[in-house]
């Protein structure tokens, strides 16, 4: 056994002994203890709602009170669900502590499942159950958390899972694992999977993860890329410490989880400049990832100037704005900071004084995709994606990036000469005023019901060529007939529809269709 490898929480005899005592502790089988009610609960957090649904007196029962709710309960209750591992085989773990007849988990432990495509929550029939080992989070455990403290199955993590691209591949890099959700999803699709992470303990809980799901990863310790310097990967996702802040460090006013130590974005630019070189040919990288917005500059600005020159096709996906005193907030609360004591006003002033002084107008958070192309004309797309998009989200991306190839080595003329099709799925709404003459149409939006979900609003003209777009008859011929239509020229209409047409391809409400 390597002896700098990160070591699970258990030996092998006693993960086989805990995964035996879990084996009844799925998420079927939570569902089917709290029933749709109790479960919409636990989703969304409230565990107030979660107790007044959990009335069964079992084993399944007492797990939950003990890994999901993290309360006390009776040491021989305790010792009947974790059988056959011992109370003290888990307090020696430091799963459970136990003190005058009541056992109480140290840590959280809960099942997870990976969703069906299109149904979310739903777990995958074939697939193994999972079991995610973290730190119970402030809902459970009120007050600032501990400055190493490793996250669970949070908002941010299910976010990147959802997003990201699940083509199967040889190599794939779980950057900042902590505790292993990303690498249990690799594992579905990777022949081989490497997750790092600066945190020594996270580590030690993403062991234990892999240990109780079954799965086998290759764990390092440090700083981004600097355990895997010279290997490439066909796949890597990251959930770094992307928050923006004057460079807070661990134990410091900072979090592991959270904070890079550097200031502003500086790490994520750092990070997205370095996963170019860490890619093999044709691979893919995706981050979570917060940027400033600075005052007197477009966001957009901001991140072509990370991403020029890496070789890469990029899709930014700025999902949130945040304003500065909102998001130091939200970030103070997120570490169970509480408002209305000395250190959490101490905190913010500070926090929010420099962002003030670094003209930042508000930090967008989002998504940003890499497909290393080796392009000397990358196709670099940032825009805002606020909508609810049908997940999983990553299954629309390979797409994206197809028709995002095709245009780019496509001419204007080689367009017009195409066979598209409107894509399945587009709906088309007007909104129509009284007029003197009758109902006239003042807007007219496309929408997609399916997938990214896109809304543009169209003229007349262009929702017309859309309509004769059925694969069938070449774009400069629907040109002609709607040129002949209005009593303009071709050339005319031709510059118009163009750069829409374009749009429209590039947001798949146009696809190209086989030529013939």
């Known amino acids: 056994m390597n002896p700098d490898r990160p070591s699970a929480l258990l030996d092998g005899p006693g993960i086989e002994r805990l995964r035996a005592a ?17 479960t919409a609960a636990l989703r969304r957090g409230d565990l107030a709602a979660l107790r007044r649904h959990l009335t069964a007196d079992t084993p399944v029962s007492t797990l939950v009170r003990l890994f999901l709710l993290g309360e006390p309960v009776d040491e021989t209750a305790a010792a009947r669900a974790l059988h056959p591992l011992t109370t003290d085989a888990a307090c020696a773990a430091g799963l459970l502590a136990v003190s005058a007849g009541a056992a109480r988990a140290v840590l ?9 495509p299109g149904l979310p929550g739903l777990p995958a029939a074939a697939a193994p159950p999972w079991w ?15 400055a190493d403290h490793v996250l669970g199955i949070g908002t941010a993590a299910l976010t990147l899972a959802q997003a990201t691209i699940r083509s199967p591949v040889a190599a794939a890099l779980d950057l900042g694992t902590g505790c292993g959700v990303q690498a249990l999803h690799l594992s579905r699709h990777a022949g081989a999977v490497t997750a790092t992470d600066i945190s020594h303990r996270a580590l030690r809980m993403a062991a234990t993860t892999a240990a109780l799901s079954g799965a086998s990863w290759d764990l390092r310790a440090g700083s981004l890329l600097a355990p895997v310097r010279g290997q490439v990967f066909d796949l890597i996702v990251a959930n770094p410490p992307f928050v923006v802040s004057p460079g807070l460090r661990a134990g410091d006013g900072g979090y592991d ?14 990070l997205v400049g370095a996963l170019p070189g860490a890619l093999a040919p044709g691979g893919v990288a995706q981050l979570l990832a917060n940027w400033i917005i600075p005052t007197e500059a477009p966001w957009a600005e901001r ?17 949130e704005v945040a304003e500065p005193a909102e998001y130091v907030a939200l970030w103070l609360r997120d570490a169970g900071e509480l408002p209305g004591t000395a250190a959490y006003a101490r905190r913010y002033d500070a926090w929010l004084d420099w962002m003030t002084a670094a003209g930042i107008a508000g930090i967008g958070m989002g998504l940003i995709t890499l497909w290393r192309t080796d392009s000397a004309v990358p196709a670099i797309v940032c825009e805002d994606i606020p909508q609810a998009l049908e997940q999983p989200a990553g299954a629309y991306l390979p797409a994206w990036h197809a028709r995002r190839r095709w245009l780019g080595e496509i001419t204007d003329d080689d367009l017009l000469n195409s066979l598209l099709r409107t894509a399945d799925g587009v709906v088309r709404t007007r909104q129509d005023l009284r007029a003197d003459t009758g ?15 896109w809304e543009v609003d169209v003229d007349e003209a262009i929702a017309a060529l859309l309509a004769g777009c059925d694969g069938r008859h070449r774009l400069h011929e629907l040109v002609a007939v709607l040129a002949a239509s209005l009593g303009a020229t071709s050339d005319d209409v031709t510059a118009a529809a163009i750069p829409v047409l374009r749009d429209l391809v590039g947001r798949g ?7 013939g």
């Open 439 to 453: 109902w006239q149409t003042v807007a007219s939006t496309l929408r997609q019901s399916h997938g990214m979900r």
């Open 22 to 38: 879990l084996a009844g502790y799925t998420a079927d089988a939570i569902h089917d203890l709290l029933g749709i009610a109790g």
């Open 257 to 270: 989880y959270r904070d890079g130590g550097l200031a502003g974005d500086e790490l994520c630019r750092r």
């Open 132 to 146: 995610v080992v973290s730190d119970f989070g402030t809902d459970v455990r009120p007050g600032p958390l501990a």
């Open 108 to 116: 959280d432990i809960r099942p997870y499942a990976e969703a069906v």
């Open 509 to 515: 409400f146009l696809e190209p269709a086989a030529s």
């Open 303 to 319: 991140l072509h100037e990370w991403l020029a020159g890496g070789g890469c096709d990029v899709w930014v996906w700025q999902r």
